[in-house]
C-alpha cells in the first residue's frame, strides 16, 4: 500500500520543526513590523523637531540605521520561509518540470549557503565591533551587525527546511506544482 500521506519518522518528525519555523517567522514580522512603526514615528519627530521646534534630534538617523537593518535582514529571512525572496521564479516556471526541481533545489542550496555566509561574517563583525559605541545613542556598535547575524542564521535554517520538505515529498511551493 503506497499512500503519499502515510505517515513516516520523518514526515512526523518534520512537522513540530515546521510548526517552530512558522513561529519563528511569525515574530520575525511582528519584530519588523514594529520597527517599521518606531521608524515611521522617529522620522515624524524628525521632522516636527526641525521644522516646527527648529531642533534637529540628531539621535533619530542612527536609530533609524540600526531599525533599517532589522527590517531588511528579518525581513529577508521571512521571504525565505515563505518562497518570496527574490528568486527568479518566472523563469522557472517557463521550463519543464524535472528542471524547475533541479533550479529549486540550487536555489535552495544557495540560499542556504548564502544565509552561512552572512552568520559567520555577520558573527564575526558584531564581535569585532561590539566594543565601540554608536554616536548619538550610546549602544554597541556590533548591534548593527546583529541583524545581518541572525537573519543569515534564519535564512540558512529556513533555506534547509525548504530542502528537507521537497526531499520528503512535502513541498508545497507553487512554481514546483504547477
Known amino acids: ?31 519588523t513590523g514594529v520597527s517599521l512603526v518606531v521608524l515611521t514615528v522617529i522620522f515624524g519627530w524628525l521632522v516636527f523637531g526641525r521644522y516646527v521646534l527648529n531642533a534637529t534630534p540628531t539621535w533619530v538617523e542612527q536609530a533609524a540605521l540600526l531599525l533599517t537593518m532589522v527590517i531588511a535582514f528579518l525581513g529577508a529571512a521571512v521571504g525565505v520561509h515563505e518562497d518570496t525572496h527574490l528568486s527568479v521564479v ?40 561590539w566594543g565601540s559605541m554608536i554616536p548619538l545613542i550610546q549602544l554597541p556598535e556590533g548591534l548593527r551587525s546583529l541583524p545581518l547575524t541572525i537573519g543569515g542564521g534564519l535564512i540558512t535554517l529556513f533555506a534547509l527546511a525548504h530542502l528537507a520538505r521537497l526531499a520528503l515529498g512535502r513541498d508545497l511551493r507553487s512554481d514546483i506544482i504547477q
Open 90 to 129: 518566472a523563469f522557472r516556471t517557463y521550463v519543464p518540470r524535472w528542471l524547475r526541481t533541479v533550479f529549486v533545489i540550487m536555489t535552495d542550496v544557495f540560499m542556504a549557503g548564502f544565509g552561512l555566509l552572512m552568520l559567520i561574517y555577520g558573527a564575526q563583525l558584531t564581535a569585532f565591533k
Open 1 to 31: 500500500m503506497s499512500d503519499a500521506n502515510a505517515h513516516t519518522p520523518a514526515r512526523d518528525f518534520l512537522r513540530p520543526v515546521e510548526k517552530l519555523l512558522d513561529a519563528v517567522a511569525q515574530a520575525c514580522r511582528i519584530i
